[in-house]
T-cell receptor, first 114, second 109 residues
């Protein structure tokens, strides 16, 4: 069974702190994604990665960075957290080169920045 | 511009009533469209895709290229259908899935 695991379900951080959100998939998928989910806005793509050490900006990359040192792991980094980054963060993966756009999602990490 | 529009934030119906969740898209080319669902406290998961032309949990969706729509329908809603539903468009050229804002379906007994 496909599995995408996000290490932290709930985090509370203070403004200015550095935040790491970790995501691991066990399906040997090449593509991985980070979205944020906000009421009324749906899911918006932050960053994605085609393969190891490759990354592309999504629609809202400002204030975020990512790291993909291993195929199974994709990390989202908030260098200096701000209150407007309070949100639900969803990680997803996909078979690279597949003709379909089907994504497999993690359970999400709810981040609150005080 | 590539865009997915779900005009309803909330759709509230009674059990046994028909359901239609609206989705319109903007895309130049041949679209690949999906419906994803998120039940309470569960992860977002694929419900159905237009390519498969399948019925999942009684839901169907037909791609109408003339109206650029991909509405999700079910003839008789069940309480367990209560969830958040997202319509999504795969942008192959940009290798990303574009989501609508979502519609919350509430089915009352």
């Amino acid at each position: 069974d496909v599995k995408v695991t996000q290490s932290s379900r709930y985090l509370v951080k203070r403004t200015g702190e550095k935040v790491f959100l970790e995501c691991v998939q066990d399906m040997d998928h090449e593509n991985m994604f980070w979205y944020r989910q906000d009421p009324g806005l749906g899911l918006r793509l932050i960053y994605f990665s085609y393969d190891v050490k490759m990354k592309e900006k999504g629609d809202i990359p400002e204030g975020y960075s990512v790291s993909r040192e291993k195929k199974e792991r994709f990390s989202l980094i908030l260098e200096s957290a701000s209150t407007n980054q309070t949100s639900m963060y969803l990680c997803a993966s996909r078979i690279g080169g597949a003709l379909t756009g089907e994504l497999f999602f993690g359970e999400g990490s709810r981040l609150t920045v005080l | 511009a590539q865009r997915v529009t779900q005009p309803e934030k909330l759709l509230s119906v009674f059990k046994g009533a028909p359901v239609e969740l609206k989705c319109n898209y903007s895309y130049s080319g041949s679209p690949e469209l999906f419906w994803y669902v998120q039940y309470s406290r569960q992860r977002l998961q694929l419900l159905l895709r237009h390519i498969s032309r399948e019925s999942i949990k009684g839901f169907t969706a037909d791609l109408n290229k003339g109206e650029t729509s991909f509405h999700l329908k079910k003839p008789f809603a069940q309480e367990e259908d209560s969830a958040m539903y997202y319509c999504a468009l795969w942008s192959g050229g940009y290798n990303k899935l574009i989501f609508g804002a979502g519609t919350r379906l509430a089915v009352h007994p």
